[in-house]
């Protein structure tokens, strides 16, 4: 009987966890199209025009952001809560690892909100030329990219543990944990490239199609299909 309790709370327990990876993806691409929208690479005019005439959508996109990143952060700590019978120090190292991307995550948004306070236009901007404001809002935007890449170190290393367990644990498939393990490598290599070769970005292109095939199908799994606890042997 405890045994049965028990699975139905792990399997709400994973189901919780899907849902809030799916917001996790939902949030992160749609911010992502805002900024897209917006923002012109090598354009400051175009991108501060651009900012200014749809201020309520960079704003929209701002809060999006910042929600996906906490919904990241939840995401691993109902994680943790699953897998931490598999191997207690696996799982809350990949939740220390989450730790370390959310910080410098939440911190570069400030990045990205600066462009907006360059542009609104505050009496002690006024020492500032049009150019030079511009040109102002475009490096804070590019700081935003680049932070963004600093915590990818940590947002693909907590994979690596996580996807250990998914393979271990006997809940998913063993593929998942498979996926995920390279997934980790597929961040990495973005970051690598991003710092080190940033003219060949499609270095990275393979290593991101299998991150993306293995986050999606392990939070289609977790969404549709739950955990399926091994019975235990008496």
Same mark, same amino acid.
């Given at each position: 009987?405890?045994?049965?309790?028990?699975?139905?709370?792990?399997?709400?327990?994973?189901?919780?966890?899907?849902?809030?990876?799916?917001?996790?993806?939902?949030?992160?691409?749609?911010?992502?199209?805002?900024?897209?929208?917006?923002?012109?690479?090598?354009?400051?005019?175009?991108?501060?025009?651009?900012?200014?005439?749809?201020?309520?959508?960079?704003?929209?996109?701002?809060?999006?952001? @910042?929600? =996906? #990143?906490? &919904?990241?952060?939840?995401?691993?700590?109902?994680?943790? +809560?699953? *897998?931490? !019978?598999?191997?207690?120090?696996?799982?809350?190292?990949?939740?220390?690892?989450?730790?370390?991307?959310?910080?410098?995550?939440?911190?570069?948004?400030?990045?990205?909100?600066?462009?907006?306070?360059?542009?609104?236009?505050?009496?002690?901007?006024?020492?500032?030329?049009?150019?030079?404001?511009?040109?102002?809002?475009?490096?804070?935007?590019?700081?935003?990219?680049?932070?963004?890449?600093?915590?990818?170190?940590?947002?693909?290393?907590?994979?690596?543990?996580?996807?250990?367990?998914?393979?271990?644990?006997?809940?998913?498939?063993?593929?998942?944990?498979? @996926?995920? =393990? #390279?997934? &980790?490598?597929?961040?990495?290599?973005?970051?690598?490239? +991003?710092? *080190?070769? !940033?003219?060949?970005?499609?270095?990275?292109?393979?290593?991101?199609?299998?991150?993306?095939?293995?986050?999606?199908?392990?939070?289609?799994?977790?969404?549709?299909?739950?955990?399926?606890?091994?019975?235990?042997?008496?």
């Amino acid at each position: 009987m405890n045994n049965k309790i028990n699975n139905i709370s792990q399997r709400k327990t994973a189901r919780l966890a899907g849902i809030l990876y799916l917001l996790t993806i939902v949030f992160g691409i749609f911010a992502q199209v805002v900024r897209s929208n917006l923002i012109v690479p090598g354009d400051a005019l175009a991108t501060a025009s651009n900012i200014m005439a749809s201020e309520s959508l960079f704003r929209i996109g701002f809060i999006s952001d @910042l929600t =996906m #990143i906490t &919904c990241y952060f939840l995401t691993a700590c109902v994680l943790y +809560m699953l *897998l931490k !019978p598999v191997n207690k120090n696996l799982a809350l190292l990949f939740v220390l690892f989450t730790l370390g991307s959310v910080s410098i995550l939440f911190i570069n948004m400030l990045n990205h909100f600066a462009a907006l306070l360059l542009l609104s236009g505050a009496d002690y901007l006024t020492v500032f030329g049009v150019d030079q404001l511009n040109g102002l809002v475009m490096l804070f935007l590019n700081l935003h990219t680049h932070g963004y890449f600093i915590a990818q170190i940590f947002f693909g290393l907590w994979l690596l543990p996580l996807g250990y367990l998914v393979y271990k644990s006997g809940y998913f498939p063993r593929i998942l944990g498979v @996926l995920l =393990m #390279i997934a &980790c490598f597929g961040h990495l290599i973005e970051f690598f490239t +991003m710092f *080190l070769f !940033p003219n060949y970005e499609a270095i990275a292109y393979p290593g991101l199609v299998v991150a993306t095939i293995g986050e999606l199908g392990f939070c289609g799994w977790l969404l549709f299909k739950g955990v399926k606890i091994p019975e235990k042997k008496s």
